[in-house]
């Protein structure tokens, strides 16, 4: 008996491997039909090419007929469907599906949270969660999927590749596409589409980009304000202000080219049009050696680089313009990019529009009355558009060819109705005009798998010309400021291997800027035309492996005028210490021969009163600036903690380009500044959510050793910086947003107490008292916005998107100065320009 047992227990072990074997037998699917056919007295209706050689497990003799077919749709890629109790059709058209995956990196393994997931020639598509999981439903079985993620090659896979029924989720390795070694450090910095690179770097991917309180589109310069140091004190994106620097110390490129003016609306709306801006990177300190010329940030926009394989595009419109912008591929090699914005305030006036118009030419020649002419005597009539193309060539995998062209306009007539001493009436209309146009190549070679060429050549053209007509003098003024540059640069990279990198070129640049006034009576007229020359050699070595980080550099700059050479050395360390924690480094000397100055504060209308210079190496020095950083970082579960402490002074300023309201106004000298501070940032992310809180405490001083007080607080002086926001993906389509901005108030000089005015001969001036000696109110403002996307049709996504700047409506102050009273020769009226109120925008776009 006991003998038997064992002998038993063989016998079933057997028995039921026999029958596992059996019920995983496999037979031709068109075999199994055949005999379906048969044995239940029905008919299927397929083509042979989609069942040949397909395998199925062979069901059991006593299945009944609609659980064969129920388990032939989950197991093979085909769509099974009766068409009634006889007839069932076999087709891979119809057929639905659920994929899924998991995305990693193939260098490290770590997941890739935020990566997109989109079904090929459709809006439908997913972003991978925390884990770089993602799922997608009733999805085509011979659809394609797009895999993308900045820094990695995108991926194009069959659904069917995907398909795995009854195991896991497939894991992809994505491959990482170095930019010199350059790696993504965060994924998801502040919310979707804005990255940090390991060099310190802030990326901005407008295609990916997500939503930001207040915003409406991804308009690129009001964007990079989230950043911690990154501020505009009159909220305006053509004063930028990095570090406590003013925005003419930034250096702006697009595709290569040097841009000298970067709004719309005079300074409330980017010039940029996202739709085809690929990426910005914007770099506050450590810059590459291959950049000069902006001695507080340094500001890169490229467009997109790829020629598709369809004709794609998009269009919108808010309450202010309306856009567009086509891809059109015009063969395997040759493509064309297109986009062109203008905007109907000339046509139609929008609430939006109104306060556009109040906050930009308030304190204007267009809203300060004369005796003679009142509000119903007055017509204004404002237009700006922007346009770019890009001509994509591709001669082969290994060199390409792209050239491209940028406009930039704002137009503003001003027409004032009077009655002349005749007792007839006149019209006189003056008018503004703002504009950059830019040209640009380049030719990218990869002569091997570790040597590359880039060599790029540009023009940039600015102007902005002023007519105006001052009525209670009879007087005609005219004005012009133009700015010609053009350059080349030669660039190479050679990776001696997978850890070190270097980077060699050279740099040449011609610039010539005319400043011209010509007044009607008195008659006067006053032209000036400088050109400068510069010659640069650059390079770097770059080392990134394992847990370090390290780019040196050194540029050498040669004026030929001045017969002046600046060396400029360039650090960036970043040491891991840990999974979680890192410290930095971060160090460079910069110059910047061009600036801005204010002559009087009425020039050009006074709505647009900076005007370009050049260095003439003796007034109007060449500005030089050094800046160091040191920080830590610490990142752990999708939190990230920042703290940076920097220094940075800058040599070469003038009076005259700091746009003084004091004693100081109208004086002749140089001097320099100091800022230092710190800076802290902690963001957390989630699939559904991101939260932000930045602070910046920093201390802004001028020094002017001719001056008295030679030191004194810096008109940038902003010693506290807090910005707040939360992002929420209610449900899939839905997104909003909510943040607000706390700022110390920038510092103003008031007049000599009881002592208001001083006069001068013939003229009388505000008597001021200690320079920046006061400080406006704290600067407070909340901002929202929601965004809504759904298919309007199967091949074009839509969105509708709500910003609202300003909710509480707060009356801040962003400039404060003083005037003799017209009605008191001894009295001075202060006068104070305010932020945007209450103001809200909505925008509607179709992308296919």
Same mark, same amino acid.
């Given at each position: 008996?006991?003998?038997?047992?064992?002998?038993?227990?063989?016998?079933?072990?057997?028995?039921?491997?026999?029958?596992?074997?059996?019920?995983?037998?496999?037979?031709?699917?068109?075999?199994?039909?055949?005999?379906?056919?048969?044995?239940?007295?029905?008919?299927?209706?397929?083509?042979?090419?989609?069942?040949?050689?397909?395998?199925?497990?062979?069901?059991?003799?006593?299945?009944?007929?609609?659980?064969?077919?129920?388990?032939?749709?989950?197991?093979?890629?085909?769509?099974?469907?009766?068409?009634?109790?006889?007839?069932?059709?076999?087709?891979?058209?119809?057929?639905?599906?659920?994929?899924?995956?998991?995305?990693?990196?193939?260098?490290?393994?770590?997941?890739?949270?935020?990566?997109?997931?989109?079904?090929?020639?459709?809006?439908?598509?997913v972003i991978a969660n925390d884990d770089g999981a993602f799922r997608l439903e009733n999805v085509g079985i011979n659809e394609q999927l797009i895999i993308?993620?900045?820094?990695?090659?995108?991926?194009?896979?069959?659904?069917?590749?995907?398909?795995?029924?009854?195991?896991?989720?497939?894991?992809?390795?994505?491959?990482?596409?170095?930019?010199?070694?350059?790696?993504?450090?965060?994924?998801?910095?502040?919310?979707?589409?804005?990255?940090?690179?390991?060099?310190?770097?802030?990326?901005?991917?407008?295609?990916?980009?997500?939503?930001?309180?207040?915003?409406?589109?991804?308009?690129?310069?009001?964007?990079?304000?989230?950043?911690?140091?990154?501020?505009?004190?009159?909220?305006?994106?053509?004063?930028?202000?990095?570090?406590?620097?003013?925005?003419?110390?930034?250096?702006?490129?697009?595709?290569?080219?040097?841009?000298?003016?970067?709004?719309?609306?005079?300074?409330?709306?980017?010039?940029?049009?996202?739709?085809?801006?690929?990426?910005?990177?914007?770099?506050?300190?450590?810059?590459?050696?291959?950049?000069?010329?902006?001695?507080?940030?340094?500001?890169?926009?490229?467009?997109?680089?790829?020629?598709?394989?369809?004709?794609?595009?998009?269009?919108? %419109?808010?309450?202010?313009?309306?856009?567009?912008?086509?891809?059109?591929?015009?063969?395997?090699?040759? %493509?064309?990019?297109?986009?062109?914005?203008?905007?109907?305030?000339?046509?139609?006036?929008?609430?939006?529009?109104?306060?556009?118009?109040?906050?930009?030419?308030?304190?204007?020649?267009?809203?300060?009355?004369?005796?003679?002419?009142?509000?119903?005597?007055?017509?204004?009539?404002?237009?700006?558009?922007?346009?770019?193309?890009?001509?994509?060539?591709?001669?082969?995998?290994?060199?390409?060819?792209?050239?491209?062209?940028?406009?930039?306009?704002?137009?503003?007539?001003?027409?004032?109705?009077?009655?002349?001493?005749?007792?007839?009436?006149?019209?006189?209309?003056?008018?503004?005009? =703002?504009?950059?146009?830019?040209?640009?190549?380049?030719?990218?070679?990869?002569?091997?798998?570790?040597?590359?060429?880039?060599?790029?050549?540009?023009?940039?053209?600015?102007?902005?010309?002023?007519?105006?007509?001052?009525?209670?003098?009879?007087?005609?003024?005219?004005?012009?400021?133009?700015?010609?540059?053009?350059?080349?640069?030669?660039?190479?990279?050679?990776?001696?291997?997978?850890?070190?990198?270097?980077?060699?070129?050279?740099?040449?640049?011609?610039?010539?800027?005319?400043?011209?006034?010509?007044?009607?009576?008195?008659?006067?007229?006053?032209?000036?035309?400088?050109?400068?020359?510069?010659?640069?050699?650059?390079?770097?070595?770059?080392?990134?492996?394992?847990?370090?980080?390290?780019?040196?550099?050194?540029?050498?700059?040669?004026?030929?005028?001045?017969?002046?050479?600046?060396?400029?050395?360039?650090?960036?360390?970043?040491?891991?210490?840990?999974?979680?924690?890192?410290?930095?480094?971060?160090?460079?000397?910069?110059? =910047?021969?061009?600036?801005?100055?204010?002559?009087?504060?009425?020039?050009?209308?006074?709505?647009?009163?900076?005007?370009?210079?050049?260095?003439?190496?003796?007034?109007?020095?060449?500005?030089?600036?050094?800046?160091?950083?040191?920080?830590?970082?610490?990142?752990?579960?999708?939190?990230?903690?920042?703290?940076?402490?920097?220094?940075?002074?800058?040599?070469?300023?003038?009076?005259?380009?700091?746009?003084?309201?004091?004693?100081?106004?109208?004086?002749?000298?140089?001097?320099?500044?100091?800022?230092?501070?710190?800076?802290?940032?902690?963001?957390?992310?989630?699939?559904?959510?991101?939260?932000?809180?930045?602070?910046?405490?920093?201390?802004?001083?001028?020094?002017?050793?001719?001056?008295?007080?030679?030191?004194?607080?810096?008109?940038?002086?902003?010693?506290?910086?807090?910005?707040?926001?939360?992002?929420?993906?209610?449900?899939?389509?839905?997104?909003?947003?909510?943040?607000?901005?706390?700022?110390?108030?920038?510092?103003?000089?008031?007049?000599?107490?009881?002592?208001?005015?001083?006069?001068?001969?013939?003229?009388?001036?505000?008597?001021?008292?200690?320079?920046?000696?006061?400080? =406006?109110?704290?600067?407070?403002?909340?901002?929202?916005?929601?965004?809504?996307?759904?298919?309007?049709?199967?091949?074009?996504?839509?969105?509708?998107?709500?910003?609202?700047?300003?909710?509480?409506?707060?009356?801040?102050?962003?400039?404060?100065?003083?005037?003799?009273?017209?009605?008191?020769?001894?009295?001075?009226?202060?006068?104070?320009?305010?932020?945007?109120?209450?103001?809200?925008?909505?925008?509607?776009?179709?992308?296919?």
């Amino acid at each position: 008996m006991n003998l038997n047992k064992p002998l038993v227990a063989l016998l079933l072990m057997v028995f039921s491997f026999s029958f596992a074997i059996q019920a995983q037998e496999k037979i031709e699917l068109s075999s199994l039909i055949v005999n379906l056919e048969d044995k239940f007295d029905v008919k299927f209706s397929y083509s042979l090419n989609e069942i040949s050689s397909i395998l199925v497990n062979k069901p059991q003799e006593t299945d009944a007929l609609e659980s064969i077919i129920e388990h032939l749709n989950k197991e093979t890629i085909l769509n099974f469907k009766f068409l009634n109790e006889r007839y069932i059709t076999i087709s891979s058209i119809e057929k639905k599906v659920t994929v899924c995956g998991v995305l990693i990196s193939e260098t490290d393994k770590e997941p890739l949270f935020g990566a997109s997931v989109l079904i090929q020639n459709t809006t439908k598509g997913v972003i991978a969660n925390d884990d770089g999981a993602f799922r997608l439903e009733n999805v085509g079985i011979n659809e394609q999927l797009i895999i993308s993620f900045l820094g990695f090659k995108t991926q194009v896979l069959a659904v069917k590749e995907l398909l795995f029924l009854n195991e896991d989720c497939k894991t992809i390795a994505m491959v990482e596409q170095n930019e010199a070694l350059n790696q993504i450090l965060i994924e998801k910095y502040l919310t979707t589409g804005l990255q940090k690179y390991i060099d310190g770097s802030t990326v901005l991917n407008t295609e990916k980009f997500g939503i930001l309180p207040g915003l409406i589109e991804p308009d690129i310069l009001q964007s990079i304000q989230a950043l911690p140091g990154v501020e505009s004190v009159d909220e305006s994106i053509a004063n930028i202000n990095v570090r406590g620097g003013t925005n003419d110390q930034n250096l702006i490129l697009w595709d290569h080219i040097k841009m000298y003016h970067s709004g719309h609306f005079f300074g409330l709306i980017s010039a940029y049009n996202p739709y085809l801006t690929d990426k910005v990177v914007v770099t506050k300190n450590g810059t590459s050696s291959e950049f000069s010329d902006g001695v507080s940030s340094t500001i890169t926009m490229s467009t997109k680089n790829k020629i598709d394989d369809e004709v794609s595009g998009g269009f919108g %419109a808010n309450l202010i313009h309306a856009d567009a912008f086509l891809k059109i591929p015009l063969s395997k090699k040759i %493509a064309l990019h297109i986009s062109g914005r203008r905007s109907f305030t000339d046509m139609l006036n929008t609430p939006t529009y109104d306060n556009y118009f109040e906050r930009s030419f308030q304190d204007s020649e267009l809203t300060t009355n004369s005796d003679n002419i009142t509000e119903s005597n007055r017509l204004s009539d404002f237009v700006f558009y922007d346009y770019t193309a890009k001509l994509l060539f591709d001669l082969n995998e290994n060199h390409k060819v792209r050239a491209n062209v940028i406009g930039i306009y704002n137009n503003l007539d001003y027409t004032e109705s009077f009655t002349n001493s005749e007792n007839q009436s006149e019209a006189k209309t003056s008018n503004l005009k =703002q504009e950059n146009l830019g040209f640009g190549a380049s030719w990218n070679g990869k002569w091997t798998s570790r040597f590359s060429t880039d060599f790029t050549v540009f023009y940039s053209k600015y102007n902005v010309d002023a007519v105006d007509y001052r009525i209670e003098t009879d007087q005609k003024l005219t004005q012009a400021n133009e700015v010609l540059e053009t350059g080349i640069k030669l660039k190479t990279n050679f990776k001696i291997n997978d850890a070190f990198n270097v980077l060699s070129g050279y740099q040449f640049s011609e610039i010539g800027i005319l400043n011209s006034t010509e007044v009607s009576a008195p008659a006067y007229n006053k032209t000036k035309k400088d050109v400068l020359l510069n010659h640069a050699l650059f390079g770097e070595i770059e080392f990134n492996k394992a847990d370090t980080y390290l780019r040196i550099g050194v540029r050498g700059n040669y004026f030929q005028k001045f017969n002046k050479l600046l060396i400029e050395p360039r650090l960036n360390v970043r040491q891991k210490l840990s999974n979680q924690f890192a410290l930095k480094l971060q160090g460079e000397f910069k110059n =910047q021969s061009a600036t801005q100055i204010i002559d009087f504060q009425d020039d050009f209308l006074g709505v647009e009163n900076r005007r370009w210079i050049l260095a003439n190496n003796e007034s109007i020095p060449i500005s030089e600036s050094k800046q160091g950083a040191f920080g830590f970082e610490y990142s752990h579960n999708n939190l990230m903690v920042d703290v940076e402490g920097f220094y940075k002074t800058v040599e070469g300023i003038t009076v005259s380009n700091q746009g003084f309201y004091n004693n100081f106004q109208y004086l002749n000298a140089t001097g320099s500044y100091d800022a230092k501070g710190v800076e802290f940032l902690i963001n957390k992310t989630a699939a559904k959510y991101s939260t932000w809180l930045s602070y910046t405490y920093s201390i802004n001083d001028y020094e002017f050793k001719t001056l008295t007080p030679s030191i004194f607080p810096n008109n940038l002086d902003i010693r506290h910086s807090v910005s707040l926001a939360f992002n929420y993906d209610v449900i899939k389509n839905l997104k909003v947003s909510a943040g607000g901005i706390w700022r110390s108030g920038q510092p103003f000089t008031k007049p000599v107490e009881a002592n208001e005015t001083v006069q001068d001969g013939n003229n009388i001036f505000v008597n001021y008292d200690t320079p920046n000696g006061e400080n =406006q109110d704290d600067f407070i403002r909340l901002d929202a916005s929601f965004s809504y996307s759904f298919n309007a049709m199967k091949t074009i996504e839509s969105s509708i998107r709500v910003g609202v700047i300003n909710l509480l409506n707060k009356k801040n102050i962003i400039n404060t100065y003083y005037e003799v009273d017209p009605n008191n020769a001894d009295a001075a009226i202060k006068i104070e320009n305010k932020s945007l109120g209450l103001t809200p925008n909505i925008s509607f776009r179709c992308n296919f």
